[in-house]
């Protein structure tokens, strides 16, 4: 079955530091995304990547990095975290020309 | 990006079948209509999806508008397990050869025992 692992499942931030979230796919999937869930807000794409050491831009990518060392690692990094990127991250994978995305469970950054 | 709307929230009771509306006015013709759902503390779930025909698997049923501007998912049969955000979404091209996804709100569906 399609896997994406995410961690760590939850974290709190300080203001200013650095965060790295960490994903993990199992599907031998070409394309890795960064989504983060705020309430109010559907899920927005902050970066993507379709090929190792290679990243794309999403709709937000000001603030986050991102890295993809592999098929199958894809990171976010915040650099500086800030209250306002306090919110749910979910990480996904998908072929080309997909048909489903998978998604991970998602982890919970608080920045405090 | 194109958009979808759907109601904030819907009710049902267990055994019943719920039709789950979206509109989606902005449609091109070549963006696919997608619905996943979520649960507390898990990442969307793929439900199904279709461009123009109506398609039914274990999990929904897809009826499409001939004009393709709103859909309805049907769910027959709920249970409590049914229960989640139900999110429409529009798959779009982008650059290149990437697809995305585009996300609205979604709608919760409650279902009582």
């Known amino acids: 079955e399609a896997a994406v692992t995410q961690s760590p499942r939850s974290k709190v931030a300080v203001t200013g530091g650095k965060v790295t979230l960490s994903c993990h796919q199992t599907n031998n999937h070409d394309y890795m995304y960064w989504y983060r869930q705020d309430t109010g807000h559907g899920l927005r794409l902050i970066h993507y990547s379709y090929v190792a050491d290679s990243t794309e831009k999403g709709d937000i990518p000001d603030g986050y990095k991102a890295s993809r060392p592999s098929q199958e690692n894809f990171s976010l990094i915040l650099e500086l975290a800030s209250l306002s990127q306090t919110a749910v991250y979910f990480c996904?994978?998908?072929?080309?020309?997909?048909?489903?995305?998978?998604f991970g469970k998602g982890t919970r950054l608080t920045v405090v | 990006d194109a958009k979808t709307t759907q109601p904030d929230s819907m009710e049902s009771t267990e055994g019943e079948t719920v039709h789950l509306p979206c509109s989606h006015a902005t449609i091109s013709g070549n963006e696919y209509i997608y619905w996943y759902r979520q649960v507390p503390l898990q990442g969307p779930e793929y439900v199904t999806h279709?461009?123009?025909q109506n398609t039914t698997n274990s999990m929904a049923f897809l009826a499409i508008a001939s004009d393709r501007k709103s859909s309805t998912l049907i769910l027959t049969h709920v249970s409590l397990r049914d229960a989640a955000v139900y999110h429409c979404i529009l798959r779009v091209a982008w650059t290149g050869n990437t697809r995305k996804l585009i996300f609205g709100l979604g709608t919760t569906l409650q279902v009582q025992p």
């Open positions: 279709g461009l123009q």
């Open positions: 996904a994978s998908s072929q080309q020309g997909f048909t489903e995305v998978f």
